[in-house]
Protein backbone atom coordinates (compact mmCIF):
# COMPACT_ATOMS: atom_id res chain seq x y z
CA UNK A 1 0.00 0.00 0.00
CA UNK A 2 2.70 2.29 1.18
CA UNK A 3 4.91 1.76 -2.24
CA UNK A 4 2.00 2.14 -4.75
CA UNK A 5 1.71 6.06 -2.57
CA UNK A 6 5.21 6.62 -3.24
CA UNK A 7 5.08 5.74 -6.38
CA UNK A 8 2.19 7.57 -7.48
CA UNK A 9 3.73 10.35 -5.47
CA UNK A 10 6.63 10.19 -7.51
CA UNK A 11 4.94 9.75 -10.94
CA UNK A 12 2.92 13.11 -10.05
CA UNK A 13 6.16 14.87 -9.46
CA UNK A 14 7.73 13.23 -12.16
CA UNK A 15 5.27 14.49 -14.33
CA UNK A 16 5.17 18.55 -13.31
CA UNK A 17 8.92 18.23 -13.43
CA UNK A 18 8.40 17.04 -17.27
CA UNK A 19 6.19 19.39 -17.83
CA UNK A 20 8.74 22.46 -17.20
CA UNK A 21 11.38 20.85 -19.20
CA UNK A 22 9.52 19.95 -22.19
CA UNK A 23 9.27 23.73 -23.66
CA UNK A 24 13.33 23.30 -24.08
CA UNK A 25 14.19 20.63 -25.60
CA UNK A 26 12.77 20.61 -29.46
CA UNK A 27 10.08 17.32 -30.54
CA UNK A 28 13.22 15.91 -33.05
CA UNK A 29 15.63 14.55 -30.16
CA UNK A 30 12.81 12.74 -27.84
CA UNK A 31 14.29 9.63 -29.20
CA UNK A 32 18.09 10.12 -28.30
CA UNK A 33 17.06 11.63 -25.14
CA UNK A 34 14.78 8.57 -24.55
CA UNK A 35 16.96 6.37 -25.23
CA UNK A 36 19.57 8.24 -22.87
CA UNK A 37 16.99 8.38 -20.10
CA UNK A 38 16.97 4.32 -20.19
CA UNK A 39 20.60 4.23 -20.38
CA UNK A 40 21.66 6.78 -17.80
CA UNK A 41 19.16 8.01 -15.56
CA UNK A 42 21.26 10.41 -13.25
CA UNK A 43 22.86 11.91 -15.82
CA UNK A 44 21.49 14.83 -18.32
CA UNK A 45 21.71 14.19 -21.78
CA UNK A 46 24.23 16.68 -23.84
CA UNK A 47 22.71 19.13 -25.70
CA UNK A 48 23.11 18.26 -29.97
CA UNK A 49 23.51 20.91 -32.36
CA UNK A 50 20.16 21.50 -33.32
CA UNK A 51 19.20 22.74 -30.52
CA UNK A 52 21.01 25.85 -31.08
CA UNK A 53 20.47 26.11 -34.92
CA UNK A 54 19.35 29.49 -35.89
CA UNK A 55 15.79 29.30 -36.72
CA UNK A 56 15.17 29.22 -40.54
CA UNK A 57 12.61 31.10 -42.64
CA UNK A 58 9.70 28.55 -43.87
CA UNK A 59 9.13 27.91 -47.58
CA UNK A 60 7.16 30.18 -48.80
CA UNK A 61 4.27 29.71 -51.40
CA UNK A 62 4.99 32.24 -54.09
CA UNK A 63 8.07 33.43 -55.35
CA UNK A 64 10.37 35.62 -52.89
CA UNK A 65 11.86 38.99 -54.11
CA UNK A 66 15.37 38.60 -52.21
CA UNK A 67 17.54 35.57 -51.79
CA UNK A 68 18.91 35.58 -48.23
CA UNK A 69 22.90 34.81 -48.20
CA UNK A 70 24.44 33.40 -45.35
CA UNK A 71 28.56 33.35 -46.23
CA UNK A 72 30.62 31.34 -43.72
CA UNK A 73 34.26 31.34 -43.36
CA UNK A 74 35.80 29.22 -40.49
CA UNK A 75 36.98 32.27 -39.21
CA UNK A 76 33.87 34.72 -39.29
CA UNK A 77 30.75 35.15 -40.70
CA UNK A 78 31.24 37.21 -44.00
CA UNK A 79 27.30 37.83 -44.41
CA UNK A 80 24.69 36.44 -42.08
CA UNK A 81 21.04 36.70 -43.46
CA UNK A 82 22.16 39.34 -46.11
CA UNK A 83 19.27 39.86 -48.72
CA UNK A 84 20.36 40.01 -51.96
CA UNK A 85 19.52 39.91 -55.26
CA UNK A 86 21.73 37.57 -57.02
CA UNK A 87 24.81 35.45 -56.57
CA UNK A 88 27.44 34.10 -58.86
CA UNK A 89 28.99 31.28 -57.22
CA UNK A 90 31.99 28.89 -58.91
CA UNK A 91 30.65 25.87 -58.82
CA UNK A 92 33.44 22.80 -60.30
CA UNK A 93 30.86 22.88 -63.56
CA UNK A 94 31.34 26.56 -63.94
CA UNK A 95 29.77 29.93 -63.10
CA UNK A 96 26.32 29.17 -61.66
CA UNK A 97 23.55 32.57 -60.69
CA UNK A 98 21.34 31.93 -57.80
CA UNK A 99 18.17 33.68 -58.04
CA UNK A 100 15.54 33.73 -55.85
CA UNK A 101 13.45 31.02 -55.99
CA UNK A 102 16.32 29.02 -57.47
CA UNK A 103 15.93 24.91 -57.09
CA UNK A 104 17.36 23.45 -53.91
CA UNK A 105 20.57 22.52 -54.79
CA UNK A 106 23.99 21.01 -53.02
CA UNK A 107 26.81 22.18 -55.34
CA UNK A 108 31.11 21.91 -54.68
CA UNK A 109 32.93 24.78 -55.44
CA UNK A 110 36.03 24.90 -56.97
CA UNK A 111 38.69 28.16 -56.26
CA UNK A 112 36.94 30.99 -58.36
CA UNK A 113 35.01 34.80 -58.19
CA UNK A 114 32.41 34.68 -56.41
CA UNK A 115 30.31 37.99 -56.68
CA UNK A 116 27.06 39.11 -55.05
CA UNK A 117 24.86 41.26 -56.66
CA UNK A 118 22.57 43.52 -54.93
CA UNK A 119 21.16 46.26 -56.96
CA UNK A 120 23.81 48.20 -58.23
CA UNK A 121 26.40 47.08 -56.00
CA UNK A 122 29.04 43.79 -56.60
CA UNK A 123 30.98 42.57 -54.61
CA UNK A 124 33.59 40.61 -55.59
CA UNK A 125 35.62 37.41 -53.53
CA UNK A 126 37.96 35.08 -54.80
CA UNK A 127 36.97 31.92 -52.93
CA UNK A 128 39.01 29.03 -51.99
CA UNK A 129 36.44 25.41 -52.61
CA UNK A 130 33.63 24.62 -50.57
CA UNK A 131 30.22 24.00 -50.66
CA UNK A 132 27.09 26.28 -51.64
CA UNK A 133 23.65 24.85 -50.07
CA UNK A 134 20.61 26.81 -51.89
CA UNK A 135 17.41 25.45 -49.98
CA UNK A 136 13.42 25.96 -51.15
CA UNK A 137 13.03 28.90 -48.88
CA UNK A 138 15.44 31.08 -50.66
CA UNK A 139 18.23 30.76 -48.76
CA UNK A 140 22.10 30.09 -49.83
CA UNK A 141 24.35 28.80 -47.62
CA UNK A 142 27.81 29.65 -48.87
CA UNK A 143 30.69 28.12 -46.95
CA UNK A 144 34.41 28.15 -48.04
CA UNK A 145 37.65 27.80 -46.06
CA UNK A 146 38.95 30.92 -47.29
CA UNK A 147 38.05 34.35 -49.10
CA UNK A 148 39.76 37.78 -50.45
CA UNK A 149 37.99 40.19 -51.44
CA UNK A 150 39.49 40.64 -55.08
CA UNK A 151 41.00 43.96 -55.07
CA UNK A 152 43.33 42.60 -52.13
CA UNK A 153 45.12 40.13 -54.20
CA UNK A 154 48.45 40.85 -55.45
CA UNK A 155 48.95 40.66 -59.55
CA UNK A 156 52.40 40.03 -59.26
CA UNK A 157 52.67 37.54 -56.40
CA UNK A 158 49.87 35.41 -58.45
CA UNK A 159 52.42 35.39 -61.26
CA UNK A 160 55.35 34.28 -59.66
CA UNK A 161 53.10 31.24 -57.35
CA UNK A 162 51.85 30.78 -61.19
CA UNK A 163 54.99 30.07 -62.35
CA UNK A 164 56.85 28.17 -59.05
CA UNK A 165 53.60 25.37 -59.62
CA UNK A 166 53.95 25.24 -63.65
CA UNK A 167 57.73 23.81 -62.73
CA UNK A 168 56.50 22.04 -60.29
CA UNK A 169 54.02 20.07 -62.12
CA UNK A 170 56.44 19.73 -65.21
CA UNK A 171 59.32 18.32 -62.55
CA UNK A 172 56.62 15.99 -60.40
CA UNK A 173 57.82 12.43 -59.82
CA UNK A 174 55.22 10.76 -57.72
CA UNK A 175 51.24 10.74 -58.09
CA UNK A 176 51.03 12.96 -54.72
CA UNK A 177 53.54 15.55 -56.02
CA UNK A 178 51.79 16.03 -59.41
CA UNK A 179 48.48 16.68 -57.45
CA UNK A 180 49.41 18.89 -55.34
CA UNK A 181 51.28 20.96 -58.32
CA UNK A 182 48.09 20.50 -60.28
CA UNK A 183 46.41 22.13 -57.40
CA UNK A 184 48.94 24.73 -56.94
CA UNK A 185 48.35 25.57 -60.76
CA UNK A 186 44.88 25.79 -60.39
CA UNK A 187 44.17 28.18 -58.27
CA UNK A 188 46.70 30.16 -58.95
CA UNK A 189 45.62 30.56 -63.07
CA UNK A 190 41.79 30.79 -61.40
CA UNK A 191 43.19 33.59 -59.46
CA UNK A 192 44.86 34.90 -62.22
CA UNK A 193 41.38 35.10 -64.48
CA UNK A 194 39.94 36.31 -61.18
CA UNK A 195 42.45 39.84 -61.59
CA UNK A 196 41.96 39.84 -64.98
CA UNK A 197 38.83 39.30 -65.90
CA UNK B 1 47.45 26.18 49.60
CA UNK B 2 46.07 27.83 46.27
CA UNK B 3 49.65 29.00 45.71
CA UNK B 4 51.23 25.50 46.50
CA UNK B 5 48.75 23.50 44.31
CA UNK B 6 49.36 26.34 41.34
CA UNK B 7 53.31 26.05 42.33
CA UNK B 8 53.01 22.52 41.87
CA UNK B 9 51.09 22.86 38.88
CA UNK B 10 54.24 25.41 37.71
CA UNK B 11 56.45 23.10 38.94
CA UNK B 12 55.69 20.13 36.78
CA UNK B 13 56.31 22.60 33.72
CA UNK B 14 59.50 24.36 35.49
CA UNK B 15 60.75 20.79 36.36
CA UNK B 16 62.41 20.58 33.13
CA UNK B 17 64.37 23.60 33.31
CA UNK B 18 65.78 23.21 36.72
CA UNK B 19 66.42 19.62 36.66
CA UNK B 20 69.91 18.44 37.55
CA UNK B 21 70.93 16.47 34.73
CA UNK B 22 71.90 19.47 32.08
CA UNK B 23 72.41 17.21 29.18
CA UNK B 24 68.90 15.74 29.58
CA UNK B 25 67.62 19.64 30.30
CA UNK B 26 68.75 20.49 27.13
CA UNK B 27 67.69 17.61 25.24
CA UNK B 28 64.03 17.58 26.71
CA UNK B 29 63.86 21.05 26.12
CA UNK B 30 64.78 21.64 22.70
CA UNK B 31 62.44 19.13 22.93
CA UNK B 32 59.09 20.48 23.88
CA UNK B 33 59.82 24.19 23.61
CA UNK B 34 59.13 25.50 20.44
CA UNK B 35 56.86 22.73 19.26
CA UNK B 36 54.49 22.20 22.42
CA UNK B 37 54.31 24.83 25.12
CA UNK B 38 52.14 23.71 28.70
CA UNK B 39 49.42 26.47 29.08
CA UNK B 40 48.34 26.81 32.54
CA UNK B 41 45.66 23.98 32.14
CA UNK B 42 48.02 21.64 31.29
CA UNK B 43 46.31 21.21 27.54
CA UNK B 44 48.98 21.82 24.76
CA UNK B 45 48.44 24.74 22.09
CA UNK B 46 50.05 24.92 18.42
CA UNK B 47 53.21 27.29 18.81
CA UNK B 48 52.71 30.79 16.51
CA UNK B 49 55.52 29.37 14.40
CA UNK B 50 53.76 26.21 12.43
CA UNK B 51 50.26 29.07 12.12
CA UNK B 52 53.19 31.26 10.77
CA UNK B 53 54.56 28.78 8.22
CA UNK B 54 51.24 28.03 7.39
CA UNK B 55 49.77 31.45 6.86
CA UNK B 56 53.11 31.83 4.52
CA UNK B 57 51.99 29.31 2.39
CA UNK B 58 47.97 29.75 2.15
CA UNK B 59 49.64 33.32 1.03
CA UNK B 60 51.48 32.07 -1.31
CA UNK B 61 48.60 29.59 -2.85
CA UNK B 62 46.24 32.34 -2.94
CA UNK B 63 48.38 34.49 -5.32
CA UNK B 64 49.34 31.70 -7.62
CA UNK B 65 45.99 31.07 -8.29
CA UNK B 66 44.95 34.83 -8.47
CA UNK B 67 47.98 34.62 -11.62
CA UNK B 68 45.99 31.78 -12.82
CA UNK B 69 42.89 33.23 -12.97
CA UNK B 70 44.41 36.53 -15.10
CA UNK B 71 45.91 34.08 -17.24
CA UNK B 72 42.90 32.15 -18.37
CA UNK B 73 40.84 35.50 -18.08
CA UNK B 74 43.11 36.55 -20.97
CA UNK B 75 43.55 33.63 -22.48
CA UNK B 76 39.38 33.34 -22.81
CA UNK B 77 39.16 36.95 -24.54
CA UNK B 78 41.35 35.97 -27.25
CA UNK B 79 40.04 32.44 -28.10
CA UNK B 80 36.01 33.72 -27.41
CA UNK B 81 36.16 36.02 -30.36
CA UNK B 82 37.16 33.02 -32.68
CA UNK B 83 34.62 30.60 -31.40
CA UNK B 84 31.96 32.78 -31.63
CA UNK B 85 33.20 33.72 -35.45
CA UNK B 86 33.13 30.50 -36.09
CA UNK B 87 29.91 29.34 -34.95
CA UNK B 88 28.45 30.09 -38.30
CA UNK B 89 30.03 27.49 -39.85
CA UNK B 90 27.91 24.16 -38.57
CA UNK B 91 24.62 26.24 -38.80
CA UNK B 92 24.26 25.58 -42.95
CA UNK B 93 25.11 22.01 -42.57
CA UNK B 94 22.74 21.48 -39.35
CA UNK B 95 20.09 23.32 -41.67
CA UNK B 96 20.84 20.70 -44.11
CA UNK B 97 21.39 17.35 -43.07
CA UNK B 98 19.49 17.73 -39.75
CA UNK B 99 20.49 16.76 -36.51
CA UNK B 100 21.21 12.58 -36.41
CA UNK B 101 21.73 11.85 -32.87
CA UNK B 102 19.44 9.32 -32.43
CA UNK B 103 20.86 7.40 -35.39
CA UNK B 104 21.15 3.74 -35.43
CA UNK B 105 24.66 2.49 -36.74
CA UNK B 106 26.99 -0.55 -36.70
CA UNK B 107 30.17 1.19 -36.24
CA UNK B 108 30.21 3.93 -34.09
CA UNK B 109 33.01 6.76 -33.31
CA UNK B 110 32.84 8.73 -30.36
CA UNK B 111 35.43 11.85 -30.47
CA UNK B 112 36.36 13.59 -27.26
CA UNK B 113 37.36 17.11 -26.77
CA UNK B 114 39.43 17.34 -23.71
CA UNK B 115 42.26 19.65 -22.90
CA UNK B 116 45.58 19.01 -22.18
CA UNK B 117 45.97 20.85 -18.94
CA UNK B 118 44.22 20.15 -15.03
CA UNK B 119 42.97 22.25 -12.84
CA UNK B 120 40.01 23.09 -15.24
CA UNK B 121 37.03 22.12 -12.97
CA UNK B 122 34.90 19.40 -13.93
CA UNK B 123 34.70 20.16 -18.04
CA UNK B 124 36.81 17.01 -18.79
CA UNK B 125 35.20 14.82 -16.20
CA UNK B 126 31.57 15.87 -17.65
CA UNK B 127 33.08 14.81 -21.59
CA UNK B 128 33.96 11.52 -20.16
CA UNK B 129 31.16 10.82 -18.81
CA UNK B 130 28.98 11.14 -21.46
CA UNK B 131 31.77 9.18 -23.82
CA UNK B 132 30.75 6.18 -21.95
CA UNK B 133 27.52 6.62 -21.55
CA UNK B 134 26.86 7.39 -25.57
CA UNK B 135 29.08 4.34 -25.92
CA UNK B 136 26.91 2.52 -23.38
CA UNK B 137 23.57 3.56 -25.91
CA UNK B 138 24.91 1.96 -28.87
CA UNK B 139 26.43 -1.51 -27.70
CA UNK B 140 24.42 -4.62 -28.72
CA UNK B 141 24.91 -7.50 -31.07
CA UNK B 142 27.36 -6.27 -33.91
CA UNK B 143 28.01 -2.97 -33.39
CA UNK B 144 31.06 -1.43 -31.29
CA UNK B 145 31.82 2.07 -30.33
CA UNK B 146 35.54 3.39 -30.46
CA UNK B 147 36.81 6.52 -29.20
CA UNK B 148 39.20 8.99 -30.87
CA UNK B 149 40.85 11.28 -27.81
CA UNK B 150 41.64 15.05 -28.26
CA UNK B 151 43.46 16.00 -25.12
CA UNK B 152 45.75 14.31 -22.28
CA UNK B 153 43.24 14.67 -19.90
CA UNK B 154 40.02 12.19 -21.43
CA UNK B 155 43.08 9.64 -22.57
CA UNK B 156 44.14 9.38 -18.60
CA UNK B 157 40.29 8.83 -17.91
CA UNK B 158 39.51 6.61 -20.56
CA UNK B 159 42.36 4.50 -21.06
CA UNK B 160 41.50 2.92 -17.61
CA UNK B 161 39.17 0.83 -18.45
CA UNK B 162 38.82 0.82 -22.12
CA UNK B 163 42.10 0.76 -23.33
CA UNK B 164 41.17 -1.66 -26.27
CA UNK B 165 38.21 0.72 -27.81
CA UNK B 166 40.32 3.89 -28.43
CA UNK B 167 41.75 3.75 -32.18
CA UNK B 168 43.51 7.22 -31.90
CA UNK B 169 44.72 9.91 -29.01
CA UNK B 170 46.23 13.04 -29.77
CA UNK B 171 47.95 15.28 -27.88
CA UNK B 172 49.08 19.20 -27.35
CA UNK B 173 46.29 20.61 -30.01
CA UNK B 174 47.33 24.05 -28.26
CA UNK B 175 50.74 24.22 -28.77
CA UNK B 176 49.96 26.86 -31.28
CA UNK B 177 47.28 28.94 -31.61
CA UNK B 178 44.21 26.69 -33.30
CA UNK B 179 43.58 27.35 -36.87
CA UNK B 180 41.84 25.64 -39.67
CA UNK B 181 44.51 23.75 -41.08
CA UNK B 182 45.58 22.18 -37.93
CA UNK B 183 42.13 21.08 -37.46
CA UNK B 184 41.83 20.06 -41.49
CA UNK B 185 45.00 17.99 -40.86
CA UNK B 186 43.63 16.16 -38.35
CA UNK B 187 40.19 15.44 -39.44
CA UNK B 188 41.70 14.00 -42.00
CA UNK B 189 43.78 11.64 -39.92
CA UNK B 190 40.97 10.41 -38.44
CA UNK B 191 38.75 10.27 -41.71
CA UNK B 192 41.48 8.11 -43.15
CA UNK B 193 42.32 5.54 -40.00
CA UNK B 194 39.25 4.72 -38.52
CA UNK B 195 36.34 2.77 -40.25
CA UNK B 196 33.21 4.81 -39.09
CA UNK B 197 29.21 5.12 -39.89
CA UNK B 198 28.33 7.66 -37.65
CA UNK B 199 31.08 10.17 -35.74
CA UNK B 200 30.10 11.71 -32.61
CA UNK B 201 32.17 14.45 -31.71
CA UNK B 202 31.54 15.07 -27.74
CA UNK B 203 32.85 18.91 -26.28
CA UNK B 204 31.67 21.44 -24.01
CA UNK B 205 30.23 24.15 -25.59
CA UNK B 206 30.71 27.55 -24.34
CA UNK B 207 27.64 29.48 -23.25
CA UNK B 208 28.96 32.09 -20.78
CA UNK B 209 31.97 32.65 -18.69
CA UNK B 210 30.08 30.19 -16.20
CA UNK B 211 27.92 28.05 -18.02
CA UNK B 212 29.18 25.12 -20.30
CA UNK B 213 27.09 22.83 -22.10
CA UNK B 214 28.14 19.39 -23.09
CA UNK B 215 26.87 19.01 -26.54
CA UNK B 216 27.08 15.96 -28.89
CA UNK B 217 27.47 17.02 -32.77
CA UNK B 218 26.66 13.94 -34.83
CA UNK B 219 28.08 13.46 -38.92
CA UNK B 220 27.12 10.50 -40.79
CA UNK B 221 29.29 8.78 -43.74
CA UNK B 222 28.11 9.35 -46.87
CA UNK B 223 26.90 5.74 -46.95
CA UNK B 224 24.72 6.19 -43.90
CA UNK B 225 23.63 9.68 -45.41
CA UNK B 226 22.02 7.70 -48.49
CA UNK B 227 20.28 5.30 -46.12
CA UNK B 228 18.65 7.88 -44.30
CA UNK B 229 17.61 9.86 -47.07
CA UNK B 230 15.81 6.91 -48.43
CA UNK B 231 14.19 5.81 -45.15
CA UNK B 232 12.90 9.62 -45.15
CA UNK B 233 12.59 11.36 -41.63
CA UNK B 234 14.81 14.23 -41.36
CA UNK B 235 17.28 13.48 -44.30
CA UNK B 236 14.20 12.40 -46.51
CA UNK B 237 14.44 15.85 -47.95
CA UNK B 238 17.48 15.23 -49.66
CA UNK B 239 16.61 13.70 -52.50
CA UNK B 240 14.66 16.90 -53.35
CA UNK B 241 18.04 19.07 -53.57
CA UNK B 242 19.92 19.00 -56.86
CA UNK B 243 23.53 17.97 -57.05
CA UNK B 244 25.73 19.36 -59.06
CA UNK B 245 29.37 19.44 -59.63
CA UNK B 246 31.42 15.81 -59.18
CA UNK B 247 30.86 13.02 -61.49
CA UNK B 248 28.63 11.45 -59.02
CA UNK B 249 26.14 11.95 -56.15
CA UNK B 250 27.89 9.85 -53.99
CA UNK B 251 31.41 11.85 -54.53
CA UNK B 252 29.70 15.18 -53.75
CA UNK B 253 28.06 13.51 -50.59
CA UNK B 254 31.54 12.31 -49.44
CA UNK B 255 33.43 15.27 -50.12
CA UNK B 256 30.54 16.83 -47.89
CA UNK B 257 30.36 14.67 -45.30
CA UNK B 258 34.05 15.27 -44.87
CA UNK B 259 34.39 18.84 -44.99
CA UNK B 260 30.78 18.94 -42.42
CA UNK B 261 33.14 17.13 -39.95
CA UNK B 262 36.09 19.16 -40.47
CA UNK B 263 33.90 22.47 -39.98
CA UNK B 264 32.36 20.99 -36.74
CA UNK B 265 35.71 19.40 -35.73
CA UNK B 266 36.90 23.06 -35.86
CA UNK B 267 33.78 24.91 -34.23
CA UNK B 268 34.28 21.72 -31.33
CA UNK B 269 37.79 22.43 -30.57
CA UNK B 270 37.50 26.00 -30.05
CA UNK B 271 34.56 26.00 -27.93
CA UNK B 272 36.06 23.30 -25.72
CA UNK B 273 39.45 25.67 -25.41
CA UNK B 274 37.00 28.45 -24.60
CA UNK B 275 34.78 26.35 -21.58
CA UNK B 276 38.48 25.34 -20.66
CA UNK B 277 39.70 28.53 -19.90
CA UNK B 278 36.14 29.96 -18.50
CA UNK B 279 36.36 26.65 -16.22
CA UNK B 280 39.84 27.48 -15.01
CA UNK B 281 39.13 31.33 -14.07
CA UNK B 282 36.30 29.92 -11.87
CA UNK B 283 37.83 27.13 -10.33
CA UNK B 284 40.90 29.86 -9.48
CA UNK B 285 38.57 32.20 -8.35
CA UNK B 286 36.92 29.51 -6.18
CA UNK B 287 40.38 28.44 -4.87
CA UNK B 288 41.48 32.15 -3.94
CA UNK B 289 38.65 32.72 -2.49
CA UNK B 290 39.00 29.78 0.02
CA UNK B 291 42.47 30.62 0.20
CA UNK B 292 41.42 33.83 1.72
CA UNK B 293 39.34 32.35 4.20
CA UNK B 294 41.45 30.02 5.25
CA UNK B 295 44.17 33.04 5.93
CA UNK B 296 41.87 34.52 8.05
CA UNK B 297 41.16 31.69 10.34
CA UNK B 298 44.68 31.52 10.70
CA UNK B 299 45.12 34.58 11.51
CA UNK B 300 42.73 34.63 13.98
CA UNK B 301 44.45 31.42 15.68
CA UNK B 302 47.80 32.95 15.35
CA UNK B 303 46.64 36.04 17.47
CA UNK B 304 44.87 34.04 19.96
CA UNK B 305 48.26 32.01 20.09
CA UNK B 306 50.32 34.83 20.42
CA UNK B 307 48.34 36.50 23.21
CA UNK B 308 47.59 32.99 24.80
CA UNK B 309 51.35 32.83 25.27
CA UNK B 310 52.08 36.09 26.46
CA UNK B 311 49.41 35.90 28.78
CA UNK B 312 51.55 32.36 30.25
CA UNK B 313 54.39 34.87 30.39
CA UNK B 314 53.33 37.20 32.00
CA UNK B 315 51.37 34.68 34.91
CA UNK B 316 55.01 32.63 35.14
CA UNK B 317 56.83 35.66 36.32
CA UNK B 318 54.31 36.99 38.22
CA UNK B 319 53.79 33.86 39.82
CA UNK B 320 57.45 33.31 40.63
CA UNK B 321 57.96 36.62 41.71
CA UNK B 322 55.01 36.23 44.16
CA UNK B 323 56.52 32.83 45.27
CA UNK B 324 60.08 34.48 45.87
CA UNK B 325 58.54 37.52 47.47
CA UNK B 326 56.40 35.22 50.07
Known amino acids: MFRRATSTFLSRAAATRRFSTDVATPAADSAFVEAWKKVSPNLDPPKTPFEFLKPRPPVPTTLPTKLTVNFVLPYSSQLAAKEVDMVIVPATTGQMGVLPGHVPTIAELKPGVLSVHEGNDTTKYFVSSGFVFIHA?????????????????????VQKGLQEFTQKLNSASTDL?????????????????ALTG | MAMAAAMRREGKRLA?????????NTLRSSLTSPLDQTSIGGARSISTQIVRNRMKSVKNIQKITKAMKMVAASKLRAVQTRAENSRGLWQPFTALLGDAASVDVKKNVVVTVSSDKGLCGGINSTSVKISRVL?????????????VILGEKAKAQLIRDSKKDIALSLTEL???????????????????????????IVFNKFHSVVQFIPTVSTVLSPEIVEREAEAGGKLG????????GGETKSEVLQNLSEFQFSCVMFNAVLENACSEQGARMSAMDSSSRNAGDMLDRLT?????????????ELIEIISGASALTG
Open chain 2, 135 to 147: SKLNSGPDKETKY
Open chain 2, 174 to 200: QKNPLNYTQVSVLADDILKNVEYDALR
Open chain 1, 177 to 193: EKAEAQIGVDVHSALNS
Open chain 2, 16 to 24: PLISSQPIN
Open chain 2, 300 to 312: LTYNRTRQASITT
Open chain 1, 137 to 157: NSVADIITVEAVPVDQIDASL
Open chain 2, 237 to 244: ELDSYEIE
